[in-house]
Nanobody
Framework: QVQLVESGGGLVPAGGSLRLSCAASGRTFNTYVMGWFRQAPGKEREFVAAVSSGGLLINYADSVKGRFTISRDNAKNTVYLRMNSLKPEDTAIYYC??????????????????WGRGTQVTVSS
C-alpha cells in the first residue's frame, strides 16, 4: 500500500502560479503510475495529468496542456504539479493518486487505487 499527502494549494490571482506536491510513503513508489485529478464544487472529479513510474511518459488533459507540468522525483517519493497561467476555472480540490502494477497513464479515476485527501486551489478573477 501507499499513503499520499498533498500540499501546496492556496489562493492565487488569475495568471498566477502554484506548485503542488504529493509525498508518498513506502518503498515501491517508483513502481506506481502517478496522477493528479481535480474536483470543482458541483462537478465530477476529472483527470488533470499522469506520469509513468519512471517519469518518461506523461499525459495531460487538454484543458491544462501547455500550462501545467507534472513531474516526479523517485528518490524523494514525491510527485509534483506545476501550474502556471492559472484561471478561475482551475479552482478545485486537487487530488494525487497512485496506480499500482505499472499500468497505462489512465485518465479514469477508477484505475487508481490510492488517493490523497486533496489540497484546495482557489484562483480569483
Amino acid at each position: 500500500q501507499v499513503q499520499l499527502v498533498e500540499s501546496g494549494g492556496g489562493l492565487v490571482p488569475a495568471g498566477g502560479s502554484l506548485r503542488l506536491s504529493c509525498a508518498a510513503s513506502g518503498r515501491t513508489f517508483n513502481t506506481y503510475v502517478m496522477g493528479w485529478f481535480r474536483q470543482a464544487p458541483g462537478k465530477e472529479r476529472e483527470f488533470v495529468a499522469a506520469v509513468s513510474s519512471g517519469g518518461l511518459l506523461i499525459n495531460y488533459a487538454d484543458s491544462v496542456k501547455g500550462r501545467f507540468t507534472i513531474s516526479r522525483d523517485n528518490a524523494k517519493n514525491t510527485v509534483y504539479l506545476r501550474m502556471n497561467s492559472l484561471k478561475p476555472e482551475d479552482t478545485a480540490i486537487y487530488y494525487c493518486a497512485a496506480r499500482a502494477g505499472g499500468g497505462s497513464l489512465s485518465r479514469w479515476s477508477d484505475d487508481y487505487a490510492y488517493w490523497g485527501r486533496g489540497t484546495q486551489v482557489t484562483v480569483s478573477s
